[in-house]
């Protein structure tokens, strides 16, 4: 297991989603326990509430969610958490290049998936953990 371990937020309005993805980020040593949330604007209120460790945070966001999609939180995040480490995977159903582009211009997203997560995308993004939070 990762020595260094970032927060681990999952946050997706797909329930069969949010569970494949935290049974894959355990069975892959990523964080022995990774939180989950529904609704984004929950994720944004715990985010915003509770002391953000020195070790930062890693989101696998999804884009299209009522209420508030993926865009809207990491738009509250980027003006919220200026100088916190977040790094963002987006992970969406969506193939539109535009959602691409749009997510390579964030300073907080590190990469953008296709749902569901795979362990090999996992086992990657453990590899980038190092990397991505400046260890």
Known sequence: MNT???NVLVIDDDPGILFLHKIIIKGEGLHPNPITFFDPE?????????DIPEKGILIFLDINMPRMSGWELLNHLEKELRHVK???VMVTS????SDKEKAQKSP??????????????????AKQIPIWFEM
């Open 4 to 6: 260094f371990l970032p």
């Open 42 to 50: 929950e994720a944004l209120n715990h985010i915003l509430e509770n």
């Open 86 to 88: 977040v790094r963002v």
């Open 94 to 97: 969506s193939l539109d290049r």
């Open 108 to 125: 907080f997203v590190m990469d953008f998936w296709e749902k569901p997560l795979n362990e090999n995308q996992i086992a990657l993004v």
